[in-house]
Structure formats: C-alpha cells, structure tokens
C-alpha cells in the first residue's frame, strides 16, 4: 500500500526520486500521512497540523528550537537529520585539522614563497595524539580517518564508555588529563547546559602544556560555538599557548567583521559550512528514503526526537 | 660485531640514537664502513671517499643529480630515502584536496561571513572520483585515507597493472579517460623525460568535463612542477574549466613573486612543505635504523639505488 506524503515548504528533485524510491505518493498536507518538512527553520511552517498526520520528519540535526517553541507535539511522531550529517562534518575537522597543521592560512594570505619559515614548524598528522571532546555521531566519524592516517585518539565522552577506534575513553571529568596527553584537540560535542564554554582558558593551558617537549598543537571546532570561551581563545593564540585553532562555528554567529579572529595567521577559519549544501540534499535524501521505507514496512523510525532527551 | 659508521655533514640526536638503537658506533670517516649523509644535497660531500667505504645513505628521496654528477659510483653500495617520506607526502596531498573542495584559500583571506556565497559551492570529498596520476608510493599511500573518507579511486600508472585499493586501474594511455571519469586528480608520480608536462590544457579539459553535470572539480600536485604546464592551468583556473588547484611542487621553484597564482582565490598553494621537517627527521632515522639492522644483518637494504634505472 502506497503511502501519501506531503512536502513543504517546496519538494527537490532528489526529494521526488527518494519518495518514488520509497513506492510514496506526494500528496497536499490535508491527504497525507507523513510530511517531509524540507526547510532549514520554522519559518512557514504550518500552524496547525492536520489530526490524521502521523509523522514529520525535519531537515535539522538540531531541533533544540522546535522543542523550545512547542512545535514538536505528542500527536505524532518527529523525526530530526541528527547523524545524517555527521560524515561530512567529521570530513571538515579532518580539513580543518590538516589546514592547521599544515598552516594553510598562512600559505594562503602569502605572496612570496615561505618555504625558510614554515618549512619547520608545519606537521604532519602522522604520530599525533587527538583528543576527540564529545564523541557522539560526528566525534565518532572522525576516528578512522585519523587512525587511518597513523594519529590516536583519545576520546572523552560523559560516561566514560569505550568509543570504538579510540585508545582510551575518559569520562568528562577526565578532560583535562585528556587534554595534558593529546597534541591537539577536536571539539564535537553537542552544545548543553554542561557543556557551556567547556573549554575556557585553564583547558586551553592544558592542551598547550606537554612536561615532554612536544610543541603546542591545534584546537578544532565543528561542534558549537558557545562549546569554547572565544576571548579565552584570542588570548591563547595571541600568546603562543597553542599553536592555532581551525573553527567553523562561533558565538555569538555569524562572526562579527573586526573580530580579531579574522586576522590571526594561526586562525584557520570557515563560515559554518562543515556540512556543504550539496552533501545536504543529498543525505537528506537518503534519510527520507530510508524512513519512508521503515514507516512503510512499521519499523521504527531513525532519529525520532524524544522530547524528555530534549533532541 | 658492531658496524662503524660515519655520519656527515653533522650529526642528530635522532640519527645518534638510531645509531646507538642498531648497535653500531660512530667514527670518523677513514675508519667507517658506512657512511649516513644528512646534508639535503651534495654540497661540503667529500670529494674521494675511503676504498675501505661500503655504503653511503643518502637523504634524498630524488637521487638524479647525485646521480648526473657522477658522484654515485659503482664502488660501493648507495641508497636513497625514495619511499620513507610518501606518507606525509600523501597526507599533505589529503589535506590540499580537502582544503581544495572546502574552499579554504577563499576563506583564509575573507575578512567577513561569506557563508552566503559558499555553502553552496563547497563540497565533500565522500562520494567524490579521485585519479591518481602516478601510482608510485605516494600515490599508494593516499589510497587508504581517501577510501576511508569515502571517495573511489582511479589509478593511472605506466604498466596498466591493478593497484591495490584502485576500483579500476589503467595504464597510461588511459589518462584520457581516467581524466573524463574522476571528479579530481592529484599528480603524485615521477618526474621524467615520458611525464614532462604531462598534464596541459587537453588534459585540464578533460579533467573539468563531465557529460552527466557534475561540476568540474580540482587538480592537486605533490610530485614535481614539471608534471603541469603551469601556463595552462592559469588558463584553466580562469576560465573555470577547473574548479581549483592545490600545489606544494612549481616549474621552476621557487614560484616567483607576481605570478598570478599568488593572487587566484581557487589556488591553494603551500611552498613545497608536503614533508615536512620534524616528520622527514624522524623518518630518516627510522630508515637509517633499518638499514644500519640490514647492513649489520648482510640483508638487501632498502632503498638501493639502481643507476641503470636511475633512482
């Protein structure tokens, strides 16, 4: 039996092929069972939803909004993008990782050939020790190119349990001891009352401290900009206590013109674009497959939001 | 029996504890039957070695001018560094491909929030068609990283023979086609008489043409400048017949001041860096390590240079 769906606020030719895919039938919201919300926010979504809608699924990995406003009800079920999108933001702190190392904005702003000055102090990858803060879907899709490309990890997460790939798991009470033994780190946790401005500045001290000689590293984050106290950061940088910092997410965002961030060579920066719109479509795509198909066959839905758990 | 073994222009804390690691002593040069060159070329090299010398360790990793001046001989045994650096090499290649696709060189000089104008034109590597061009051992060893990440591979190399990792690999008179299939390339081979500017603007067209509508995508050089004639990928680059390049390596190096890929906003350019110095320190006392085991053992060393072959 073919199942009636709405899209809204507009349908995409990718979004047509993973409906038919599905044996689905695009249909207006006041005939439909699901509705494929494809809109990155709120805006124009509908007031009122129509009683016999069993399920919407949204676009946004992050549905914190959605919750707080009272639009995710217990009518029916809410389906959010959460893990949809986490290889390719994982892709972007590997690139941004690299980036840093490699000081990549340097060698971009450069109209002369440095070779003399960065020659020594660029690193490789290779041998380094990471520390992975949160690792949740996009923390844990960044471990097997890091292992892959001869860097360990060591991963911190609330509980403490073993995360595949990494060679130790710390519990959060352990993230500044995780922070002493790795050269650099990558922020990939979810943004939470507890995670706060986790890292200020005696965790930045910690990642730049190693008692054997090591040089400072690099900090990433892909995750939150309020994970990270940004004067904190300045400062570390400006004084050399870590080497630099690869960001995609800031706070407050956008990023203010005159922030000095935008002016640090050791500051490798990208405008919240760490999940590019292209790959977006595209995994959307998949996930609306996916789901119409187990809604289809009464499996149970991925990612379905649960308003306790607040995502 | 302990080896003596010279170490010339000057020695290394790494080096001296390779030396100690294989159990052999340092002396001068009348009395070594080994001897470890750290210097980069053949300036201050001696000019008339001991009879009683039975090997010299080269730091190159390209041995053809020590091979031009004659100064490698059939005397003794010589052995190069080719392959101890191909896996820093390879990341680096990695990171300019990321870094590439992310648009990093736009983003390192922008001064304010451009998420607007990118989002939509960055791109992930997942999913991507890379060719490697040259499947020697740097080509090798970006292989794992790239499956990893989720991108397929086309291997070129002379002989047509599989490599391993490769969905399909063909011999050189498959590089038109290779070029036509692959989203991006990346010039990882040697430079010699048959590779020399092996790449112009047929080739560029080749690589940025796409009957099925992707858009085109970018070239990355880790091997030699000579591979690329640098005229046409400037007109390439401008005309977007290429989306971008990333470029450790020129023709002729150093890349001049006021060459218009100084100021392209699609070029990321790095002052051939790909090994850096801290990785290629430890690399070469790791191979001195070994060699010094074999030479000790009476087994094959790594990395004989084959003067009829001429690395």
């Known amino acids: ?36 919300w494809t809109g990155s926010n709120q805006s124009g979504f509908p007031d009122q939803l129509p009683e016999t809608l069993e399920w919407v699924q949204l676009k946004s990995a992050g549905v914190q909004p959605w919750i707080t406003s009272g639009t995710v009800d217990l009518s029916r079920r809410w389906t959010s993008a959460v893990g949809a999108y986490s ?130 590293g690099v900090l990433i984050n892909v995750a939150r900009g309020d994970l990270l106290d940004t004067d904190a950061l300045i400062e570390a940088l400006r004084s050399g206590t870590i080497a630099g910092a690869g960001l995609d997410v800031f706070d407050p965002e956008p990023l203010e013109d005159g922030n000095p961030l935008w002016d640090l060579d050791t500051v490798l920066l990208t405008p919240h674009i760490a999940n590019p719109k292209h790959s977006m479509e595209q995994s959307f795509a998949r996930l609306v497959a996916e789901n119409l198909r187990r809604f289809t066959a009464d499996e149970e839905l991925q990612a379905l939001i649960d308003l306790d758990r607040g995502y």
């Open 87 to 216: 290889e390719d933001v994982a892709e972007h702190a590997l690139a941004l990782l690299l980036g840093s190392l490699r000081q990549l904005t340097v060698h971009a702003r450069a109209k002369t050939w440095l070779k003399s000055e960065t020659w020594n102090t660029v690193r490789s990858l290779r041998g380094r020790t990471v520390a992975i803060i949160g690792a949740g879907s996009i923390g844990r899709a960044v471990i097997p190119a890091l292992s892959t490309l001869g860097a360990s990890v060591i991963a911190v997460n609330r509980s403490g349990r073993p995360v595949e790939g990494a060679s130790r798991t710390v519990a959060a009470d352990g993230l500044e001891s995780a922070l002493l033994d790795a050269d650099d780190a990558i922020l990939a946790g979810s943004s939470t009352e507890d995670t706060h401005r986790l890292i200020g500045a005696e965790q930045l001290r910690a990642l730049g401290s190693h008692s054997d000689g090591r040089t400072p």
């Open 1 to 36: 039996m073919t199942v009636n769906v709405a899209v809204l606020p507009e349908t995409t030719p990718l979004i047509d092929e993973a409906i038919r895919s599905a044996g689905a039938t695009q249909v207006a919201l006041s005939d439909a069972r699901a509705l494929i």
